[in-house]
């Protein structure tokens, strides 16, 4: 195996950008993170401190932040996606004259482009063809920024078409309380933590909606089948939904009060429009946009993704989350399980 990797460039200054920051540069390693915003850049420099998007966070003195991307990227062996997927495009486009070959890249953006319906491996590709075909891995699963900077147990999942890099990041990123395992399907990483978020907005619509626990749990298990039916549509590994990217991660954010998607949900359900909850968000809520996405990836695919449509009903169309309620529970009485070759009729 090669050896271990000794400095990162984190791409993406939000709370889930600096916790990761925060914890490679606890390890000792050299790492540089880049935010787009001013008074991000400012107040780590000066005062160790993310108060934007961190705050109360106690940063490690060697972390260096800056807004200059060339900065951000010279001599750094890995670099470490965290922007917003819709921005994702436009900030890769900007590294490219700064980007190398043997460099590896790891995204843990969770979401899918609106308008080319492309998960992260495949914008990279569109973006700098080539470059990372061999050296692209994605970091997902259960994981509250808050917890991770608390140091509490977290676990995730690290996905990597080649073994050796895979097991090169999970050294980088593992701690005493941070593990990570290893996974080779990184179409399936990518989807479950991008889709998990529709699902939480669903889940917490119905929190809103005073419906219980009961619908709450339908509607994680029920999203994590059609989740898994994209997936699987896309050539991903079944399997992989049951893990820490998948089931893991969605569990998570259905029911965890720290999840920004879960918190739309739970003020859409309780009768606000999305304009108004999202006009009052510091930090993105990356379900309100793969909604869209999503919506619109299983028209393609022709996968019936029934949560994720009455989701973008809601958010796009103005439906009232009661009467999309309704419509999930009268629609035709079916099988539990999509199992090939069975009997159903």
């Not at 990518?190 to 998990?196: D, I, T």
Request: net charge neutral.
């Amino acid at each position: 195996m090669n050896r271990e990797f000794q400095s990162v460039a984190v791409i993406g200054g939000g709370s889930w950008g600096t916790t990761l920051a925060r914890l490679l540069a606890l390890k000792g390693l050299e790492v540089s993170l880049w935010a787009r915003e001013e008074e991000v850049v400012g107040s780590i420099q000066k005062e160790k401190e993310n108060k934007v998007f961190l705050p109360g966070v106690r940063l490690p003195g060697p972390l260096k932040a800056t807004q200059n991307l060339e900065e951000a990227l010279e001599g750094k062996e890995v670099v470490l996606m965290v922007v917003p997927s819709q921005y994702y495009r436009d900030v890769l486009t900007r590294m490219k004259p700064y980007l190398r070959g043997g460099q590896s890249l790891v995204t843990a953006t969770k979401g899918i482009e609106n308008d080319s319906l492309m998960i992260m491996s495949q914008v990279t590709e569109s973006v700098v063809p080539g470059l990372f075909t061999n050296s692209f891995s994605c970091l997902a699963g259960p994981s509250f920024a808050k917890e991770v900077c608390q140091e509490l147990p977290t676990a995730v999942t690290i996905a990597s078409k080649d073994s050796d890099l895979g097991k090169r990041l999970q050294i980088l990123f593992s701690t005493e309380y941070f593990r990570a395992y290893v996974s080779d399907d990184v179409v399936g990483v990518q989807l479950a933590g991008a889709l998990k978020n529709v699902i939480a907005i669903a889940a917490g619509a119905s929190d809103g909606l005073g419906f219980g626990h009961n619908a709450r749990a339908a509607l994680i298990t029920r999203g994590l089948a059609e989740i898994r039916r994209l997936g699987v549509a896309m050539g991903a590994d079944p399997m992989t939904f049951s893990g820490l990217a998948g089931v893991g991660d969605l569990v998570l954010t259905c029911t965890g009060d720290l999840s920004r998607n879960r918190t739309v949900g739970l003020q859409v359900g309780k009768g606000m429009t999305i304009q108004e909850i999202t006009s009052r968000m510091k930090m993105v809520a990356e379900g309100v946009k793969t909604t869209k996405s999503a919506y619109h990836l299983a028209k393609r695919m022709e996968v019936d993704m029934p949560i994720a449509e009455q989701v973008y009903q809601i958010l796009y169309e103005g439906k009232s989350p009661k009467e999309a309620v309704k419509d999930l529970m009268t629609r035709a009485l079916k099988w539990e399980l999509d199992v090939p070759g069975a009997q159903k009729s």
